[in-house]
């Protein structure tokens, strides 16, 4: 898409390079990287990933620097549905100690 003067729009221009740019998108966190680190060994698990392929996925995940890098490392893997987490161990009620005076 490109104007009459022949560049291309200011919003589709290749982002800078260099850390102050991010390139990516945000910086991930460890907690984003764990995420991601599971959702890749669940796909392993099931057989979506191969040994080379999980060990290589893996590995640029912990060295992740931006949500846009393990984004692209998930995007050929279909989205795992929600799961919902159940309580742990039986429901008790409470009970009220009242103390009545009579």
Known sequence: ??????????ELHE??????AGGSGPRASD????RFASL??????????TG???SE????VLHARSLGELYALVSDL???PAV??????????RRSWRFWRG
């Open 84 to 93: 919902v987490v159940p309580r742990a161990g039986p429901t008790r009620k």
């Open 40 to 49: 890749v060994e669940h796909h392993f698990a099931e057989g979506r990933l």
């Open 15 to 20: 982002p800078a390079a260099g850390p102050a």
């Open 57 to 60: 996925r893996m590995d640029r």
């Open 31 to 34: 907690a984003d990287r764990d």
């Open 1 to 10: 898409m490109e104007d009459v003067s022949g560049e291309r729009p200011p």
């Open 78 to 80: 279909p989205e795992l």
């Open 52 to 54: 080379d392929e999980f």
